[in-house]
C-alpha cells in the first residue's frame, strides 16, 4: 500500500476506501493532493485484490470543495496528473468501477470527480455545484462536458451559467444521485452498493464499462456492430467467468469469479 499524506487507504474485501483527509480546507486539493490521488488510483488499478473502490472524504462538512485555491501545492510540476483533478476526472478507459460517497458538499473540481465515478451515494446534508465562474475559472476538468452528458443541455446550461448549489435530493431528482441517505448511513450504503455490484463477475464489468463508453461519439449501431471487438468483450467471451456463472447457475452455488487484471 503506497504511503500517503493527504488521504487514508483501506483494503478489505474487495474494497478500496479511498478518504480525502484534509478537513482544515474543506477537503479542498492542491497539487500534491491531486498527485497523491493519481497514485492512489493507478495502484486501484494494478491491484488485483481491488476489485471496486469507494472515494469519499473526511468529516462531514465537505467531500472536496474543489482545487486549494489558497495552496497551490507544489509549483514544479503540473497542477494535477495525467488522469486529472483527484486523480479521476481525465482517467479514460477505467474498468474497475468507483462509488462515490458524497459526505458534504462536493463544489467544482470535487463535483466532478462525483461525476467521473460510477455511482454517487449522497448524504441527505450533501450539496453540488460547479461554482468555478464565480471565482473567475469554468468546470474544465470534465464537468461542462459530463453535466451535459447526464443532464441534456438545458437543464446543464441552467446549472452551468448560474454556478447554482444544488441539494443531494434535487441531484438524486435529476439521476445524478443513485441514493440520498442520512450522513451516518452513508459508508453503509456505499457499502451496500459496492457488495451488490461485487456479486457480478469483474469480467462482465469491465465487458459492460467498454460497451458503455464506445457508445460515446457512436451511433447505437456502430457501437452494437464494433463491440464484439473490443478487448473486455473478446475476453468475458473467451474466458472462464462466463463458464463459471452457467457452471454455478446449475449447481445452485455463489459463482467464484477471477480477480480482474
Given at each position: 500500500?503506497?504511503?500517503?499524506?493527504?488521504?487514508?487507504?483501506?483494503?478489505?474485501?474487495?474494497?478500496?476506501?479511498?478518504?480525502?483527509?484534509?478537513?482544515?480546507?474543506?477537503?479542498?486539493?492542491?497539487?500534491?493532493?491531486?498527485?497523491?490521488?493519481?497514485?492512489?488510483?493507478?495502484?486501484?488499478?494494478?491491484?488485483?485484490?481491488?476489485?471496486?473502490?469507494?472515494?469519499?472524504?473526511?468529516?462531514?462538512?465537505?467531500?472536496?470543495a474543489?482545487?486549494?485555491?489558497?495552496?497551490?501545492?507544489?509549483?514544479?510540476?503540473?497542477?494535477?496528473?495525467?488522469?486529472?483533478?483527484?486523480?479521476?476526472?481525465?482517467?479514460?478507459?477505467?474498468?474497475?468501477?468507483?462509488?462515490?460517497?458524497?459526505?458534504?458538499?462536493?463544489?467544482?473540481?470535487?463535483?466532478?470527480?462525483?461525476?467521473?465515478?460510477?455511482?454517487?451515494?449522497?448524504?441527505e446534508?450533501?450539496?453540488?455545484?460547479?461554482?468555478?465562474?464565480?471565482?473567475?475559472?469554468?468546470?474544465?476538468?470534465?464537468?461542462?462536458?459530463?453535466?451535459?452528458?447526464?443532464?441534456?443541455?438545458?437543464?446543464?446550461?441552467?446549472?452551468?451559467?448560474?454556478?447554482?448549489?444544488?441539494?443531494?435530493?434535487?441531484?438524486?431528482?435529476?439521476?445524478?444521485?443513485?441514493?440520498?441517505?442520512?450522513?451516518?448511513?452513508?459508508?453503509?450504503?456505499?457499502?451496500?452498493?459496492?457488495?451488490?455490484?461485487?456479486?457480478?463477475?469483474?469480467?462482465?464489468?469491465?465487458?459492460?464499462?467498454?460497451?458503455?463508453?464506445?457508445?460515446?461519439?457512436?451511433?447505437?449501431?456502430?457501437?452494437?456492430?464494433?463491440?464484439?471487438?473490443?478487448?473486455?468483450?473478446?475476453?468475458?467471451?473467451?474466458?472462464?467467468?462466463?463458464?463459471?456463472?452457467?457452471q454455478?447457475?446449475?449447481?445452485?452455488?455463489?459463482?467464484?469469479?477471477?480477480?480482474?487484471?
Amino acid at each position: 500500500m503506497l504511503e500517503t499524506r493527504h488521504c487514508t487507504v483501506t483494503l478489505a474485501d474487495r474494497i478500496m476506501t479511498v478518504t480525502i483527509q484534509r478537513p482544515e480546507r474543506r477537503n479542498a486539493l492542491n497539487a500534491d493532493a491531486c498527485h497523491e490521488l493519481g497514485a492512489v488510483f493507478d495502484e486501484f488499478e494494478r491491484d488485483p485484490a481491488a476489485w471496486l473502490a469507494i472515494l469519499t472524504g473526511a468529516g462531514a462538512q465537505s467531500f472536496c470543495a474543489g482545487a486549494d485555491l489558497r495552496d497551490a501545492g507544489d509549483r514544479s510540476r503540473p497542477p494535477v496528473p495525467a488522469s486529472g483533478f483527484a486523480g479521476l476526472v481525465a482517467r479514460f478507459g477505467r474498468r474497475k468501477p468507483v462509488i462515490a460517497a458524497v459526505n458534504g458538499s462536493a463544489m467544482g473540481g470535487g463535483f466532478e470527480a462525483a461525476l467521473a465515478c460510477d455511482v454517487i451515494v449522497a448524504a441527505e446534508h450533501a450539496a453540488f455545484g460547479l461554482t468555478e465562474p464565480r471565482v473567475g475559472l469554468a468546470a474544465l476538468g470534465g464537468g461542462i462536458q459530463r453535466l451535459i452528458r447526464e443532464l441534456g443541455p438545458k437543464r446543464a446550461t441552467a446549472l452551468l451559467l448560474t454556478a447554482r448549489k444544488i441539494s443531494a435530493r434535487e441531484a438524486q431528482a435529476l439521476g445524478l444521485v443513485a441514493e440520498v441517505v442520512p450522513g451516518d448511513q452513508l459508508l453503509a450504503a456505499a457499502h451496500r452498493w459496492a457488495t451488490e455490484i461485487l456479486q457480478c463477475s469483474p469480467a462482465s464489468i469491465a465487458a459492460t464499462q467498454a460497451v458503455a463508453q464506445s457508445l460515446d461519439g457512436s451511433s447505437l449501431e456502430a457501437s452494437m456492430r464494433g463491440m464484439f471487438a473490443l478487448p473486455e468483450v473478446k475476453s468475458l467471451l473467451t474466458g472462464p467467468d462466463a463458464r463459471e456463472g452457467v457452471q454455478a447457475f446449475a449447481e445452485k452455488r455463489p459463482p467464484r469469479w477471477t480477480s480482474p487484471t
